[in-house]
């Protein structure tokens, strides 16, 4: 099967800048999403990247490395808001998407 | 609000009961997804409708039942539930075009507990 990991659990503080990283180990690749998830909401689409390299989207920022079966999610300027569950999640050579179990970010003021 | 909408948001259910849970997507969509999600696990696929036909069915036990009357709307039947069972069910969508760049759409889910 997939392997997609990630840490379960960050804390930061406001202001701060936190990296989430995600390594996987897929039957193939076709693209990496990145979605954000808040307590008792839907997950909603933050980021993909299918190329190598480093995708920026305001505040957020997603990078890939294929070869090394890596990703991150770095999350600038942290407010509140943010403190959410993010989620990584792979497509294989066969298009099938799989997810991590999910990484809790705790923002402090 | 993301387009997808399901309801109930909260279930509760005996082993023996028999009850629906509903999704509708607004977003003219061509494919439909059941997810499980269980406290600290990843999301497991359940089952996916691409034009209305079940194209999946990741070896979900027969007490989960989905039916899709149309590309809007998806139906998950439940019977006979067991207790490990109790997770957020989520529906999403997706326009898939074979890219592999479509994302999904998720529903806010159906927090269900099977008592």
């Known amino acids: 099967g997939q392997n997609i990991d990630q840490p379960t659990e960050m804390t930061a503080t406001e202001g701060a800048i936190v990296q989430i990283n995600c390594t996987y180990q897929?039957?193939?690749?076709?693209?990496l999403f990145w979605y954000q998830q808040h307590a008792g909401e839907a997950p909603t689409f933050l980021s993909y990247?299918?190329?190598?390299g480093l995708e920026e989207k305001g505040r957020f920022s997603s990078f890939l490395s294929r070869s090394k079966g890596y990703s991150y999610l770095l999350l600038k300027e942290l407010q509140m808001k943010d403190s959410a569950s993010y989620l990584c999640a792979v497509r294989d050579r066969d298009y099938k998407l799989s997810f991590g179990a999910g990484t809790t970010v705790t923002v402090r003021a | 609000e993301t387009g997808v909408t399901q309801t109930p948001r909260h279930l509760f259910m005996g082993m023996t009961n028999k009850k629906s849970l509903k999704c509708e997507q607004h977003?003219?969509?061509?494919?439909m997804y059941w997810y499980k999600q269980s406290a600290k696990k990843p999301l497991e696929l359940m089952f996916v409708y691409n034009f209305k036909e079940q194209t999946e069915n990741n070896s979900v036990p027969s007490r989960f039942s989905p039916e899709c009357p149309n590309s809007s709307h998806l139906f998950l039947h439940l019977h006979t539930l067991q207790p490990e069972d109790s997770a957020l069910y989520l529906c999403?969508?997706?326009?898939?075009?074979?890219?592999?760049?479509?994302?999904?759409?998720f529903g806010s889910g159906t927090q269900l507990s099977v008592l």
């Open positions: 990247n299918v190329l190598d």
């Open positions: 999403a969508s997706s326009q898939e075009g074979g890219t592999g760049a479509e994302k999904l759409f």
């Open positions: 977003l003219g969509h061509n494919a």
């Open positions: 897929t039957s193939g690749f076709n693209g």
